[in-house]
């Protein structure tokens, strides 16, 4: 059974910086993407960045020059690290996989959410 598992989110000043991990385990046969969402209360969630072996890496406007995805293929894990970091910037962080599985079919996985804070 596919479980990603995130860590890394706390509370931080504006201006500090958090690294965010996710690990992705469980009959996976291939990860296609790997992406990074958030979601503000009250909102939809709304991507964040992602990063595929074909197409690189993609962010919003937004964290632009501040974030930075990458993954460790070897180990079916996904990082962001949020540096210059805004309250603005305060949400739950979700991640995702697309993924085939060794019983055959893809889908889209979700990590269980983790809270980033920064205060002003």
């Known amino acids: 059974q596919v479980q990603l598992v995130e860590s890394g989110g706390g509370l931080v000043q504006a201006g500090g910086s958090l690294r965010l991990s996710c690990q992705a385990s469980?009959?996976?046969?291939?990860?296609?993407?790997m992406s990074w969402y958030r979601q503000f209360p009250g909102k939809q969630r709304e991507l964040v960045a992602d990063?595929?072996?074909?197409?690189?890496?993609n962010y919003a406007d937004s964290v632009k020059g501040r974030f930075t995805i990458s993954r460790d293929y070897a180990k079916n894990a996904v990082y962001l690290q949020m540096n210059n970091l805004k309250p603005e910037d305060t949400a739950v962080y979700y991640c995702?996989?697309?993924?085939?599985?060794?019983?055959?079919?893809?889908?889209?996985?979700w990590g269980q959410g983790t809270q980033v804070t920064v205060s002003s």
């Open positions: 990063i595929s072996f074909g197409a690189g890496t």
């Open positions: 469980g009959g996976i046969f291939s990860i296609n993407a």
């Open positions: 995702n996989a697309h993924l085939s599985t060794l019983t055959g079919g893809s889908n889209d996985y």
